[in-house]
T-cell receptor
Framework: SQTIHQWPATLVQPVGSPLSLECTVE??????LYWYRQAAGRGLQLLFYSVGIGQISSEVPQNLSASRPQDRQFILSSKKLLLSDSGFYLC????????????FGEGSWLTVV | GENVEQHPSTLSVQEGDSAVIKCTYSDSASNYFPWYKQELGKRPQLIID?????GEKKDQRIAVTLNKTAKHFSLHITETQPEDSAVYFC?????????????FGQGTILTVHP
């Protein structure tokens, strides 16, 4: 079966520090991968999506970037964090083997201080 | 782009009552409508979804209805239980290669009182 792993689960970072969140998918190949962010008490917002290695599309202008160095690996990064980057970050995948639906990873809680 | 409005923002019911959450969307190209349940501090979990080729779908105590003409869809939970208490999100996407590009509503905090 397909599984999605995301780490770290929680982190507290100072303003101006770098960020790297990693997501990997197992049990499938060539999945569509997504990064969402959820601000406190709000709905989820799509940040980036990728349909293949090296292919990244950004949905909103922001202080973050994404990369897909391998088929089942998706990374969210920042060179200098802002306070407004705080939130709950969720990786998600969609693939034919998943019943044509979208599943989320466990999420990463980021607090920028 | 797509805009999804969700109502109510909070909903309080007694155990055994029914709960209804409604969403409207703006993009007529949207044809995939999932509903997620999110417990505090955890990831959203898919509870039911519907595609535009059907008007209603049911899974035990949960049902979703879709009216494409009016661009709205609703979640119905019958015989609510305290463990149904959570935040519920509706979402919409255009399907096909855009399945995962979901636009979410703002969420409904459902509280079921024993």
């Amino acid at each position: 079966s397909q599984t999605i792993h995301q780490w770290p689960a929680t982190l507290v970072q100072p303003v101006g520090s770098p960020l790297s969140l990693e997501c990997t998918v197992e049990g499938t190949s060539n999945p569509n991968l997504y990064w969402y962010r959820q601000a406190a008490g709000r709905g989820l917002q799509l940040l980036f999506y990728s349909v293949g290695i090296g292919q990244i599309s950004s949905e909103v202008p922001q202080n973050l970037s994404a990369s897909r160095p391998q088929d089942r690996q998706f990374i969210l990064s920042s060179k200098k964090l802002l306070l407004s980057d705080s939130g709950f970050y969720l990786c998600a995948w969609f693939g034919k083997g998943g019943g044509n639906t979208i599943y989320f990873g466990e999420g990463s809680w980021l607090t920028v201080v | 782009g797509e805009n999804v409005e969700q109502h109510p923002s909070t909903l309080s019911v007694q155990e055994g009552d029914s709960a209804v959450i409604k969403c409207t969307y703006s993009d007529s190209a949207s044809n995939y409508f999932p509903w997620y349940k999110q417990e505090l501090g955890k990831r959203p979990q898919l509870i039911i979804d519907i595609r535009s080729n059907v008007g209603e779908k049911k899974d035990q105590r949960i049902a979703v209805t879709l009216n494409k003409t009016a661009k709205h869809f609703s979640l119905h939970i019958t015989e609510t239980q305290p463990e149904d208490s959570a935040v519920y999100f509706c979402a919409a996407s255009a399907g096909g290669t855009s399945y995962g590009k979901l636009t979410f509503g703002q969420g409904t905090i459902l509280t079921v009182h024993p």
